[in-house]
């Protein structure tokens, strides 16, 4: 059992910075894929990133892409997104998650419980 707590959101303006983390409890994290989702009221959840078990392989969202950095550090058991040039539309509740494979981070096998962004114009 992987237990995910996401923490770091905030409101920032246009333009600003947010580093989210998501800390892991469970010894097998470090074996886990590990990706973030978002979701804003009335719409579905959306694909943000995600890495692989060793940090090698990382994957974005085209909306993403050129302003959000994933990373992990498994000896703290914590994976990471480095959010840079937020836009309004990047407002939503931010997920991490955990896969036992990359190629099944669509359908990840553990949810955190979400942190708010807000970025106001």
């Known amino acids: 059992q992987v237990q995910l707590v996401e923490s770091g959101g905030g409101a920032v303006q246009a333009g600003g910075s947010l580093r989210l983390s998501c800390a892991a409890s469970?010894?097998?994290?470090?074996?886990?894929?590990m990706g973030w989702y978002r979701q804003v009221p009335g719409k579905e959840r959306e694909y943000v990133a995600s890495i692989s078990w060793s940090g090698a392989d990382t994957y974005y969202a085209n909306a993403v892409k050129g302003r959000f950095t994933i990373s992990r550090d498994n000896t703290k058991n914590t994976g990471y997104l480095q959010m840079n040039s937020l836009e309004p539309e990047d407002t939503a509740v931010y997920y991490c998650?955990?896969?036992?494979?990359?190629?099944?981070?669509?359908?990840?096998?553990?949810w955190g419980q979400g942190t708010q962004v807000t970025v106001s114009s």
């Open positions: 998650a955990a896969a036992s494979h990359i190629a099944y981070m669509h359908r990840p096998d553990y």
């Open positions: 469970g010894r097998t994290f470090s074996n886990d894929a």
